[in-house]
Every structure is written in structure tokens, then in C-alpha cells.
């Protein structure tokens, strides 16, 4: 593993631990050229997913660029790393086990809208300006009311 600090590929496992209920393994790694310690992750990947944007443009799926959606909504929300991380994981899971492996990104959006709505409300509701395009304030009220959200 190459070291994301320096560079070099001479890395030593300090520490392995099951992550993600399981579904991945935790490693604490350090550097034998600069000392530095970091964080690495491996994961069981059922097939390689490929995302169908709304275009009609296809994408490699990145696990990365969900999570860092993921952690927009959540941004300065009370909220534990590790359930975002099971969330995510969730999520692909559920993704790689559906047999197809051309993933049309409103079902990811689907999928992440379902997560929030039971993690975060107020994430839930950033996640869903994106996600259903609002242009005006008036769009976050329709979408509260019709959620039935705050009561």
C-alpha cells in the first residue's frame, strides 16, 4: 500500500479490525519512510457497478463520490461516522446484489433518500433539494408538507 503522504510503497499493518458490521476490514497502516500513520479499508465487491445517468451517459459507480454526497447532507449534523459508513455500505450492498449491473442513478438516489429519511431529517431534506432539483424556497415547503416532516 503506498503511503498517502510520501509515496512510498513500504507500508507496515499496525492494526486490522472487522469494520462495517463485517463487511470490510479495518487497517491501521504506517509508513516506514515518513512514519505517518493512516487508515485503509478493504471491502468485498460482488461486480463492478456501472451508473446510467439521466443523460443517458454511463459511469464507472465510485463508492467515494456517494459518500462525499452522503457527507454534504450530513455536513455539521450530530452524527456518527461509523453509521454514515454502514449507511453507504448499506446501500451497496443492496446495489451489487440486485443482479443488474447498469444502475440507473435515480435508483441510488432512491436508495440514499430512503437511508436519510431514517438517519437525519434535516439531511434528508438537503439530500432531497439536489436530488429533486428545488429552485425556490416554496420547493422546500412543498416537500416538507408532503412529507409530513417536523410533525
Do not use: H, W
Not at 2 to 15: A, G, H, I, L, M
Not at 18 to 46: K, N, P
Not at 66 to 85: H, N, T
Amino acid at each position: 500500500m503506498r503511503c498517502p503522504y510520501c509515496s512510498n510503497e513500504d507500508t507496515q499493518v499496525k492494526d486490522s479490525r472487522a469494520a462495517e458490521v463485517g463487511a470490510a476490514i479495518r487497517r491501521r497502516r504506517q509508513c516506514q519512510g515518513c512514519g505517518q500513520r493512516f487508515t485503509t479499508f478493504e471491502r468485498v465487491q460482488l461486480r463492478d457497478l456501472t451508473v446510467l445517468k439521466r443523460s443517458g451517459r454511463k459511469v464507472r459507480f465510485d463508492r467515494e463520490k456517494l459518500m462525499r454526497s452522503v457527507g454534504i447532507a450530513l455536513q455539521k449534523r450530530p452524527m456518527d461516522p461509523e453509521r454514515i459508513e454502514n449507511m453507504v455500505s448499506s446501500i451497496v450492498r443492496r446495489l451489487e446484489s440486485e443482479g443488474d449491473p447498469l444502475v440507473p442513478s435515480d435508483q441510488i438516489g432512491k436508495l440514499v433518500m430512503e437511508a436519510l429519511a431514517n438517519l437525519d431529517q434535516v439531511a434528508y431534506v438537503r439530500y432531497a433539494s439536489v436530488y429533486k432539483e428545488f429552485s425556490e424556497t416554496k420547493d422546500f415547503a412543498r416537500f416538507i408538507d408532503d412529507e409530513k416532516l417536523g410533525d
